[in-house]
């Protein structure tokens, strides 16, 4: 398992949990070198998993190795597993140095650049959420087409898993009946709901009053955390939890805050496009359009849902997000995050298996419902207050 980040890290753990209680397999655990890699050990180190330094991991011999990101994977003396970190493919190229003349900017997990090394494709598999994404494919990188798979989303899986639990989440977080909660959703870079979070906190700070019943938490990418330093993060966000916003850190598990919101206000990353499968309503924040990829969830959603003004009061453009919501809004950007809802687990085991040369347990894949969510004062206290966040 070849972790660059804490946000690889999270999708990997999908996979790597359908493996480790089968006797025939032994896992390792390896840091790759990664600009936004800080946490990383941290986290591993939560989850009871060693590690062995990415040197001496270059050096053996694998079976197969399971990556959600490309640097240096291409090094690595095993066959190598390209799996999607995020819903759908968003983000495009920002990089676009090596382009030729011509030449079409695509998504990450899309591109020549992420997927090729000196003309030869790395990935002996990769796997994707949606067909379309196949057909994106064939244009930016059709040497890759023959070694794609179209798996689904194990984040849309668990979400609509637990949708029926919503009320359970909300007590876990001790949301009271009449209280709203409002998640506030933020993806990393300059367009990013946290790159513009000065036009932003006065709303939040000041013109949400206590007696409107909002109870609000704020899911920042964990990239932000690991190119700022948690200690930055907190102190620029002590405002925001001495008046009781939560800040949510970026190891916990995230999904269960996104089924018990009410409204999701959110920019063009992941999360807000994953809060289209919970019943939210959405009011986004202005993003970059030059950033996002037309075929995807998050341009499907920005083309329907309302923006958030600075020039309004926070409270009344909640409400009337609340009131233009209906149930459905917003199914057909849903339906694009996954072409194979619930099946995420069974057909990733089945990839790894087949790329192993192992036959599958004769039982379906364990898969654990999500964890409850602590209550949200866990992450309200300030940040020179000594509280572990």
């Given at each position: 398992?070849?972790?660059?980040?804490?946000?690889?890290?999270?999708?990997?753990?999908?996979?790597?949990?359908?493996?480790?209680?089968?006797?025939?397999?032994?896992?390792?655990?390896?840091?790759?070198?990664?600009?936004?890699?800080?946490?990383?050990?941290?986290?591993?180190?939560?989850?009871?998993?060693?590690?062995?330094?990415?040197?001496?991991?270059?050096?053996?011999?694998?079976?197969?190795?399971?990556?959600?990101?490309?640097?240096?994977?291409?090094?690595?003396?095993?066959?190598?597993?390209?799996?999607?970190?995020?819903?759908?493919?968003?983000?495009?190229?920002?990089?676009?140095?090596?382009?030729?003349?011509?030449?079409?900017?695509?998504p990450?997990?899309?591109?020549?650049?992420?997927?090729?090394?000196e003309?030869?494709?790395?990935?002996?598999?990769i796997?994707?959420?949606?067909?379309?994404?196949?057909?994106?494919?064939?244009?930016s990188?059709?040497?890759?087409?023959?070694?794609?798979?179209?798996?689904?989303?194990?984040?849309?899986?668990?979400?609509?898993?637990?949708?029926?639990?919503?009320?359970?989440?909300?007590r876990?977080?001790?949301?009271?009946?009449?209280?709203r909660?409002?998640?506030v959703?933020?993806?990393?870079?300059?367009?990013?709901?946290?790159?513009?979070?000065?036009?932003?906190?006065?709303?939040?700070?000041?013109?949400?009053?206590?007696?409107d019943?909002?109870?609000?938490?704020?899911?920042?990418?964990?990239?932000?955390?690991?190119?700022?330093?948690?200690?930055?993060?907190?102190?620029?966000?002590?405002?925001?939890?001495?008046?009781?916003?939560?800040?949510?850190?970026?190891?916990?598990?995230?999904?269960a805050l996104?089924?018990?919101?009410?409204?999701?206000?959110?920019?063009?990353?992941?999360?807000?496009?994953?809060g289209?499968?919970?019943?939210?309503?959405?009011?986004?924040?202005a993003?970059?359009?030059?950033?996002?990829?037309?075929?995807?969830p998050?341009?499907?959603?920005s083309?329907?849902?309302?923006?958030?003004?600075p020039?309004?009061?926070?409270?009344?453009?909640?409400?009337?997000?609340?009131?233009?919501?209906?149930?459905g809004?917003?199914?057909?950007?849903?339906?694009?995050?996954?072409?194979a809802?619930?099946?995420?687990?069974r057909?990733?085991?089945?990839?790894v298996?087949?790329?192993?040369?192992?036959?599958?347990?004769?039982?379906?894949?364990?898969?654990a419902?999500l964890?409850?969510?602590?209550?949200?004062?866990r992450?309200?206290?300030?940040?020179?207050?000594?509280?572990?966040?």
């Amino acid at each position: 398992m070849v972790v660059h980040t804490v946000t690889f890290a999270q999708r990997l753990r999908e996979v790597f949990e359908l493996l480790e209680t089968d006797l025939r397999i032994q896992l390792v655990f390896t840091i790759a070198p990664h600009a936004f890699g800080n946490g990383v050990t941290e986290f591993l180190r939560s989850l009871g998993i060693a590690t062995v330094p990415w040197e001496e991991a270059l050096r053996a011999e694998f079976d197969l190795a399971v990556a959600a990101g490309s640097r240096g994977v291409h090094e690595l003396r095993a066959p190598v597993l390209r799996i999607s970190h995020g819903a759908g493919q968003i983000k495009l190229l920002t990089d676009v140095t090596a382009l030729a003349p011509g030449e079409r900017r695509s998504p990450g997990m899309l591109s020549r650049q992420h997927l090729l090394h000196e003309g030869r494709l790395v990935p002996s598999a990769i796997v994707y959420a949606h067909d379309r994404e196949l057909e994106e494919l064939a244009l930016s990188c059709p040497e890759a087409l023959p070694v794609a798979h179209v798996v689904g989303d194990p984040c849309v899986d668990r979400i609509m898993a637990d949708r029926p639990r919503r009320d359970t989440h909300r007590r876990a977080l001790g949301i009271e009946d009449g209280q709203r909660l409002v998640v506030v959703t933020s993806t990393w870079g300059p367009a990013s709901t946290f790159g513009r979070l000065d036009s932003l906190l006065p709303q939040l700070l000041s013109r949400l009053p206590d007696d409107d019943g909002y109870r609000v938490a704020m899911l920042v990418h964990p990239n932000v955390f690991a190119g700022h330093g948690t200690r930055q993060v907190h102190g620029w966000l002590s405002c925001c939890q001495d008046r009781g916003i939560a800040v949510v850190p970026p190891e916990a598990d995230w999904q269960a805050l996104l089924v018990a919101a009410d409204v999701i206000v959110g920019d063009h990353g992941s999360l807000t496009a994953y809060g289209t499968l919970t019943g939210a309503a959405m009011l986004l924040t202005a993003g970059a359009r030059r950033e996002v990829s037309a075929c995807s969830p998050a341009a499907l959603l920005s083309a329907v849902a309302p923006v958030l003004s600075p020039a309004y009061p926070l409270a009344e453009q909640l409400e009337y997000a609340a009131q233009l919501f209906r149930p459905g809004q917003y199914d057909h950007v849903a339906s694009s995050l996954s072409s194979a809802p619930g099946q995420f687990h069974r057909r990733m085991r089945s990839v790894v298996y087949r790329m192993l040369g192992l036959g599958e347990p004769a039982r379906p894949p364990y898969v654990a419902p999500l964890p409850l969510p602590p209550s949200l004062t866990r992450w309200q206290f300030s940040a020179g207050s000594g509280a572990a966040l």
